[in-house]
């Protein structure tokens, strides 16, 4: 069976379907029948799928995956009552990641980003974004973006990177605020840009970092460059960080546990992607969820992310982040894969290339052991996928 996109049912399911791949693109649909019929007079390897279901590849639109060290400890603390903001504030948090980030070799953040990208391959994951922002110097964030791209090299996966410039104030700028963010927002920029190491940037748009006037600068200045812009808006206040997002045109507002009815009308009206991270949400315990209701009645598109990072969310399971995104946060099974796919594949502008089953886009597939999607979205912990197909090549392959 094929799951589709697009089609009349629910999921767009089409049953004993067939897929041609030639070179890394879909280039044929149709029914298992003719897809035997013409296999018989041409030269074309046939594979067996065993009656699994098979979906696009799955996209995990926002993640920091590559970073130095650990934050258990923090954890430890937060669970005796410590708030996040209070760790922040006392020089913890993000910083205490940027020190062990700057502290680690090239081939140690490899080594760790790599063990994390597998987790999610595992799952099925064929694209993922990661973001810098735990260097906050330039020669530390160029590090996390070549090991980004080097990830992408190494392993079957795509890897988008995004320049998350302003993140956290580094302890050395404490004094100097507005110089880091002209730095950020020029001469680190654009050699980033220029080294070729930049898909997109980011900015962490919040009371505990940056202000929309920061945000703004900076996501004006990558404009210049031709950039596109996601930017973390909402996730402990409305500072009208959607708004600003939606203004710029940028691609994502990810997180938006804080947004109002006319940030939601914004993003819809800009055309900019939610990205819900329940993840994050989780493990900060919040208790205000994403108001996806408003979401889903302005027209917003919702993705669904892990945003794995060390600090609010380890998590390198994109399954989970279904499970969470229906229990935590409302989603539908159907809203919830979509979030994953065609949604996710929007956030990072990708939409004519992955995300949905069509021909002309990449033949990347994931193959799930299932009787119908939902089980993706309601399993906790198991792992059903049996196959990735990644730009037409079986990379893993349990009939
Ligand atoms: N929001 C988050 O949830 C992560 N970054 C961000 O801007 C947390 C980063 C961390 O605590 O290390
Ligand atoms: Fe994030």
Sequence with gaps: MVAAEGKSNAYGEVKDAALAVRGDRIAWMGSAADALALARTQDVAVTDCGGAWLLPGLIDCHTHLVYGGSRVEEFEKRLCGVSYEEIARAGGGIQSTVNATRAATPEALLESATRRAECLMAEGVTTLESKSGYGLELGAERRLLEVARELGRRLPLSVRTTYLGLHALPKEAAAARESFVSQVSGPWLEVLAEAGLIDAVDAFCENIAFSVAE?????????RLKLPAHVHAGQLSDMGAAELAARVGALSADHLEYLS??????????????????GAYYMLRQTTPPPV???????????????????????TSLLLALNMGCTLFGLTPHEALAGVTRHAARALGLQAEIGTLEIGKRADFALYRIDRPAELCYNLGANPCTGVVYGGVARRFKS
């Design 261 to 278: 009815a006319s940030g939601a009308a914004a993003l819809a009206a800009a055309g900019t992607v939610a990205v819900l991270l329940p």
């Design 293 to 315: 209701p408003l979401l889903r009645q302005a027209g917003v598109a919702m993705a669904l992310a892990t945003d794995c990072n060390p600090g609010t969310s380890p998590c």
């Design 215 to 223: 945000t703004e600068r900076f996501l004006h200045a990558a404009r």
